[in-house]
């Protein structure tokens, strides 16, 4: 069993799954916009290089991603977070960093009872994010 995680972005898929791919790795395995596929003629329309799916190919998990449309406006994202765990606190930090450029920290990059770093943000494409170093 593989769990995975599919976010809504506000036109940004392509430019976000880019960036996840250039900061953890991995394979960007689709990106399939709204115009190339049967049945979505008025939502090519409206949303004309809009991405319909976008998969980020991690290995144990994908991240995956689309662009709202006039259907299904964008409402952000609440009430869950994307989690990377790592065992290196430069990483860790490293991490933290990127995602954090642009966006806004919740909670800084620190000590924990649970973690020797743990830290929350929400990057530039609106996706809540927390690092734990264990």
Request: negative net charge; glycine residues 12%; hydrophobic residues 45%.
């Amino acid at each position: 069993m593989r769990i995975n995680t599919y976010l809504s972005f506000d036109g940004t898929t392509r430019e976000a799954l880019t960036f996840y791919r250039g900061l953890l790795g991995g394979e960007l395995t689709a990106m399939m916009k709204f115009s190339e596929m049967p049945g979505c003629e008025a939502l090519a329309e409206a949303v004309p290089d809009g991405i319909m799916h976008g998969c980020l190919d991690l290995g144990a998990m994908c991240i995956m991603g689309t662009d709202a449309t006039p259907e299904h406006p964008y409402a952000g994202i609440e009430g869950a977070h994307v989690v990377i765990d790592v065992d290196d606190p430069a990483r860790a930090a490293a991490l933290f960093e990127a995602l954090a450029s642009g966006g806004a920290v919740r909670m800084p990059l620190g000590p924990t009872p649970w973690a020797r770093q743990y830290g929350i943000l929400v990057d530039r494409f609106g996706v809540p994010w927390m690092i734990n170093c264990t």
